[in-house]
């Protein structure tokens, strides 16, 4: 999913939806600045997507979600919480000790989201099925959506993908990840998106 589609879809949440978004005014948005120096202490570049959302949204609760923040103004910056690998950077916790985050490929942090487990003595990531568009819907929403093909279909999600002639399908899936219901077309990604929403 691209970080313009994202910020499409949480924008229109924020308008439905305000009390699940209280206190977001107060949140300080990641500069440019900011991610290079972030960038520049971890050795490596992170996800654009994420980038992105960071310098609109900045990190801390939006809806059932809360996300740790490259700003050092936000209190919910990202080295304030317990050391982790270097080749893994949390986006966040479970609430049990362990992390949501990307690993480390050389000098970049792939959108794929990862869970390590901080409890157990070892250090080894569990891949998910998420991209950080992806992730996030789940942890903010408890949707499960299936951007552009960000992992093969899976049973009881709702599937938007763009056509080889640019249109853009949205449909459903059942217990067996089957396509269940109609496949809609749309035009833009903005309609796609409302269509969802309803």
Not at 91 to 104: R, S, W
Not at 125 to 149: C, G, R
């Amino acid at each position: 999913m691209s970080a313009r589609a994202l910020i499409y879809f949480l924008q229109l949440q924020m308008a439905k939806k305000p009390n699940f978004f209280l206190f977001r005014e107060e949140e300080p948005l990641a500069t440019f600045q900011e991610i290079e120096v972030i960038e520049k202490h971890i050795a490596a570049t992170l996800p654009i997507v994420f980038k992105e959302f960071q310098q609109k949204f900045g990190g801390g609760t939006f809806g059932y979600a809360e996300l740790y923040a490259i700003s050092p103004k936000s209190e919910y910056y990202v080295f304030q919480e317990p050391l982790c690998p270097n080749d893994f950077f949390p986006i966040a916790n479970d609430g049990t000790g362990g992390f949501y985050g990307f690993v480390k490929n050389e000098n970049e942090f792939a959108d794929k989201v990862y869970y390590w487990d901080n409890t157990l003595q070892r250090t080894s990531y569990q891949q998910t099925k998420y991209s950080f568009a992806s992730f996030f819907l789940w942890s903010a929403f408890n949707l499960k959506v299936n951007w552009f093909s960000d992992h093969p279909d899976a049973p009881y999600e709702t599937v938007i993908k763009c056509t080889d002639n640019g249109k853009y399908q949205v449909y459903h899936t059942d217990e067996r990840a089957n396509l269940w219901g109609v496949i809609t077309e749309f035009d833009t990604l903005e309609e796609a998106i409302n269509k969802f929403e309803n």
